[in-house]
């Protein structure tokens, strides 16, 4: 059982940043892949970022070179650095972790977070 916690969301002005953080339990983290989900409102749920237990990297196109996905095994900690932020990045924003290998498909996730809210201003 892995349980996942977000946190780092808030209000910030088009252009600027935020690090978004997601706690994992279970001493099992460094062998999950982890997934960034967002849902807009009215919209689906959609795949942001990903980072396989091995390092690789994964970037939804509309996010590539802006976000940046990383991890600490040792914090059990995924990170979504994300920067140039845009109006249509607001969302609400989940992590996941997935055992399995198709890290772009929500189905795959075994375990998800509650979600953190982030609010990009125009």
């Known amino acids: 059982q892995v349980q996942l916690v977000e946190s780092g969301g808030g209000l910030v002005q088009a252009g600027g940043s935020l690090r978004l953080s997601c706690a994992a339990s279970?001493?099992?983290?460094?062998?999950?892949?982890m997934g960034w989900f967002r849902q807009a409102p009215g919209k689906e749920r959609e795949f942001v970022a990903a980072?396989?237990?091995?390092?690789?990297?994964y970037y939804e196109d509309s996010v590539k070179g802006r976000f940046s996905i990383s991890r600490d095994n040792a914090k059990n900690t995924v990170y979504l650095q994300m920067n140039s932020l845009k109006p249509e990045d607001t969302a609400v924003y989940h992590c996941?972790?997935?055992?399995?290998?198709?890290?772009?498909?929500?189905?795959?996730?075994?375990?998800w977070g509650q979600g953190t809210q982030v609010t990009v201003s125009s």
């Open positions: 996941a972790a997935s055992s399995l290998y198709n890290v772009r498909e929500q189905s795959t996730y075994d375990y």
């Open positions: 980072i396989r237990w091995s390092g690789t990297t």
């Open positions: 279970g001493r099992t983290f460094s062998s999950y892949n």
